[in-house]
């Protein structure tokens, strides 16, 4: 267990080493003859002789290191010097060439340990190595789980543990752990190793960077109770290891009864936010367990404590059921998050830990203090510093929000300044700005609802980042696309015409369907839908009318219901009531008939015929796709595909032989990942391009179309009638396991599924208007509204 021997000899230690060439003296490392240095020893000091021919030319990167090294060893009490080697005295450690490529170290005249010096390559290594030869009863190297386990078993009861995993000895990290260890040894029990598979037996799956571990044993009385575990969640640094144990000692869950603004603890001194979670006597001991429960989840992140509304001699906002103070002198927020997880989550997403010295950031190894666990939240860290042209939008608030919005047409983002999510589409947002800045455009505004929450509550946001588009005598309309730029602003550019237009002439529909209508609009939608009814047909007018409006800011659609409508019809091959798809990169317009089609029928069919023919698959796409449960045909190529093979493929797509598949190519330069799905159903990357038939929904099978066959109409028409026969054999089988996300709020597919699924299987697209404007407030949407307004294209 933890030893006391090292308090007898922590006064004062030095260091000795011994060296090859050095020639100009330096003036923080002493030089010293043999006889000189040897008389300075005391019992429980050591010595450092680099011991050096006094002659020997200065080429020594070592001494560079070691002289850096000197000033942060005389901290810790340990002396460093240099002995020169002379003929008038001897000594065994100028002897032999070999023994001036070790460093020694000594306690008095013992020799404790001595060391290649190409070990201390630095002076991170040598502070490293020096303070884990003399620690080496407080810090315990394990290799095994059972070293640990027999550790933690035998501190059960009696002190807590500090576990580090480094990736090598002598590295920063290393460093950091000892001199932590040097500090706090003698109070907690440090355990160190760096073996990987050890740190994968206590479930760590990220093992890149270094990590230390507080186990919470003292308390732990059963021996057969596991002690709990606390991760550092920052880089290994000293300063950061110094605040993360000071936290661990600090109480886990403080009782107050004062005004919180004037609550100091010594979280908010090393740089950690408070949190109070408000009690009061009728729910006292649910809301302690709760708070207890949420202060183990931020330990070392935060302080919480249990705010007694009860005693309280100051007003707080009635509903307020937790308070936020961010630092010391800053006011404290009250805010009303009914989930513990919320709790959590607002704390993690507005906690910014001081930064450590640039000195100490530079030599970390793996993820600097900019790196966070999840990719967004990283991504907004690292962007921290750009600064945004904000003015480019109007930051709305709750006295100008009514206004803005009934004065003039309004796109309006509601975000939350503590999400990342809010944060990263911020910047998609400003961009749009940038993109539509000099154009005569709605007007782009913002409102932060974590400042203004009862507006975003009238306007039915409850989920962060949610964009409205705000026109007088229209219903709001809520974006639900990608978020980013380039999807935005086509929704926003669609949404400038009337969804479905009303066309009047034989002339304007002809110009409609060739894109001439809405040239600029093309790149924005490459299909145009016209809906062809004949006057009486009034109910399939209102039917398509809902559909249009549905689709609105996503696709193009026109009416066109005419005394003449008939010579469209004919022209076309149109059975009335119709729908006329002119895709404008083809130049081609189909026609599909509507007899006894409802509004939601005809989302469904237009958002289908959005769907490309034989389409690129990219990772934003893949899922819409996969939706429709059938087997992919897939063509991989390492660039742009050969134009026979993709005139082979179309011309069987459009003679229905492959009506039973979706034909697609992946392109694996511009989708890198496709690389990595070939090794899977290949294990050696075959030659490209290379033609598989992918069944996801029914077994996971694969097939590869013959590698000494050409891809042509014949070729390929008589291979997927084997397929279908059973007369193929498959190359492997994709494993049914499922492919979980790290937490539920990460699983995006399971929430696109969710939006895709609502509209084909409502009954009517009655429910997609938000509630109208009115004059004077904005009241708030029918959340049934607000689901049914989304949709997947």
């Given amino acids: 267990m933890m030893s006391f021997s090292f308090n007898g000899f922590r006064v004062g230690i030095s260091f000795v080493m011994m060296c090859t060439v050095y020639k100009s003296a330096v003036n923080s490392l002493p030089e010293l003859s043999p006889q000189r240095y040897f008389s300075t020893l005391q019992a429980g000091k050591a010595s450092l002789a680099y011991f050096c021919q006094a002659d020997s030319p200065s080429t020594s990167v070592f001494l560079e290191e070691l002289n850096k090294a000197v000033k942060p060893l005389q901290d810790y009490g340990i002396s460093v010097a240099k002995v020169n080697c002379v003929k008038e005295e001897t000594s065994k450690y100028c002897g032999k060439e070999k023994d001036l490529l070790k460093a020694y170290l000594f306690r008095g005249n013992i020799l404790l ?15 490293a190595h020096v303070l884990f030869a003399l620690l080496f009863n ?168 249990l705010l007694l509304r009860d005693s309280l001699e100051v ?55 900019e790196m966070q666990d999840d990719e967004v939240a990283e991504s907004v860290y690292r962007d921290r510093k750009r600064q945004l042209p904000l003015e480019l939008t109007v930051e709305l608030t709750g006295e100008t929000f009514n206004a803005t919005v009934m004065a003039s047409d309004s796109i309006v983002l509601f975000y939350a300044g503590w999400q990342a999510v809010s944060m990263a589409f911020l910047h998609s947002y400003v961009d749009l700005a940038v993109k539509l800045k000099g154009t005569p455009t709605m007007l782009l505004t913002r409102i932060n ?58 002339q304007e529909a002809e110009e409609y369907l060739s894109g001439e209508l809405y040239k600029d609009l093309i790149s924005y939608s490459a299909v145009s839908v016209l809906g062809l009814f004949s006057p009486a047909m009034t109910t399939a007018q209102e039917d398509f009318t809902e559909a249009g409006k549905y689709l609105k800011g996503y696709v193009t659609t026109g009416i066109y219901s005419e005394e003449d409508v008939l010579i469209l019809s004919n022209k076309y091959t149109a059975t009335l009531p119709a729908l006329l798809l002119a895709r404008h990169k083809e130049r081609q317009v189909e026609s599909i008939p509507l007899a006894n089609t409802h509004a939601q029928d005809i989302v469904q069919i237009i958002t289908n015929a959005l769907l490309e023919t034989f389409p690129e698959i990219t990772v934003e796409n893949l899922p819409t796709y996969i939706r429709l449960q059938k087997p992919l045909l897939i063509l991989f190529s390492d660039g742009i595909i050969n134009p026979q093979y993709q005139k082979a493929l179309l011309t069987l797509a459009k003679e229905k032989h492959l009506d039973s598949v979706i034909p697609c190519w992946l392109n694996l330069k511009n989708t890198p990942v496709g690389r990595g799905i070939l090794q899977v159903y290949f294990e050696i990357l075959p030659p490209l391009p290379v033609l598989v038939v992918v069944n996801l929904h029914s077994g996971g099978q694969v097939f590869a179309f013959p590698s000494d066959q050409a891809i042509t109409e014949q070729n390929l028409l008589l291979w997927l009638k084997k397929l279908e026969a059973g007369l193929e054999s498959h190359i492997t089988i994709l494993s049914a396991q499922e492919w979980k996300p790290p937490l539920p709020a990460y699983d995006f597919l399971r929430m696109m599924d969710a939006a895709a699924s609502q509209h084909p299987t409502r ?13 004077n407030d904005i009241q708030p949407e029918d959340k049934s509204a607000a689901r049914n307004e989304r949709i997947e294209l």
């Fill in 315 to 369: 007003d707080i906002p009635q509903q307020a059921n937790v308070a936020f103070k961010r630092e010391e002198g800053m006011p404290v927020e009250f805010l009303v998050l009914h989930d513990a997880d919320l709790v959590i989550s607002y704390v993690e997403n507005n906690t910014h830990i001081e930064e450590t010295r640039e000195d100490e950031a530079d030599d970390m190894e793996g993820p600097d203090m």
């Fill in 449 to 506: 609802c974590a400042d203004w929450p009862d507006v975003c509550t009238k306007q039915n946001v409850t989920e962060f980042p949610v964009v409205k588009m705000y026109k007088e005598g229209e219903n709001p309309v809520s974006y639900s696309g990608m978020l980013g730029t380039e999807d935005l602003l086509k929704f926003i550019q669609l949404n400038r015409i009337s969804c479905p237009v009303n066309i009047t002439s034989i």
């Fill in 763 to 775: 009954k009517g697209p009655e429910g997609m208007k938000e509630t109208d404007i009115q004059e």
């Fill in 113 to 127: 340990r001595e060391f290649p010096t190409d070990t201390l390559f630095d002076e991170n290594a040598i502070i």
């Fill in 138 to 305: 407080e810090v315990k190297y394990i290799t095994t789980p059972e070293d640990l386990q027999n550790i933690e078993n035998a501190l059960k009861g009696k002190a807590n543990i500090a576990f580090s995993y480094v990736r090598a000895i002598g590295t920063p990290e290393h460093r950091a752990v000892m001199e932590a260890a040097f500090v706090y040894g003698n109070t907690y029990q440090f355990v160190l190793t760096t073996e990987i598979a050890l740190l994968e037996s206590i479930g760590m799956e990220d093992i890149k960077y270094a990590h230390l571990y507080f186990f919470h044993c003292k308390e732990v009385l059963d021996l057969t109770q596991q002690c709990r575990r606390t991760l550092m969640g920052q880089p290994l640094t000293t300063v950061d290891i110094y605040r993360f144990i000071k936290s661990m000692e600090a109480p886990l869950l403080t009782e107050v009864a004062e005004d919180p603004q004037q609550v100091t603890t010594v979280h908010l001194q090393l740089g950690l936010p408070l949190v109070f979670i408000v009690s009061q006597q009728a729910t006292y001991e649910a809301d302690r367990r709760t708070a207890e429960w949420i202060a183990w989840r931020l330990l070392g992140k935060a302080g919480v404590l």
